[in-house]
């Protein structure tokens, strides 16, 4: 499990490591574009936060452990990131999508 860091937030928020690194991928190449973006993420049992991802705002990504990036996964943040309601971490489908290509790669 890593950790995102946001501003000055007191506790990180902890991301798998899967997502995490395709999320730190697609978040270094909107903010290089000047593309800030809304980000939703779990922050507890029954609370949700959304952060406006921006270069101004200091964010620091921790991925616990070595992670090959799939371009689909990239491509669908990407995506998500440049729509009206931003990226949503709490998406049922899009943490699907990344748990069945987790499970891909390790069968492979």
């Given at each position: 499990m890593g950790t995102l860091t946001y501003a000055n937030l007191a506790e990180p928020i902890e991301i798998d490591d899967e997502l995490l690194a395709h999320l730190r991928a697609a978040t270094v190449t909107k903010l290089r574009r000047n593309?800030?973006?809304?980000?939703?993420?779990?922050?507890?049992?029954?609370?949700?936060?959304?952060?406006?991802?921006?270069a101004s705002i200091p964010i620091r990504f921790v991925v616990e452990t070595s992670v090959t990036l799939q371009r689909p996964l990239l491509a669908r943040l990407m995506q998500a990131a440049g729509s009206t309601g931003g990226l949503d971490l709490t998406d049922p489908e899009l943490a699907l999508d990344a748990v069945s290509r987790e499970l891909h790669a390790m069968s492979a």
């Open positions: 593309e800030p973006f809304a980000l939703t993420v779990q922050t507890g049992a029954d609370r949700t936060e959304t952060l406006w991802i921006h």
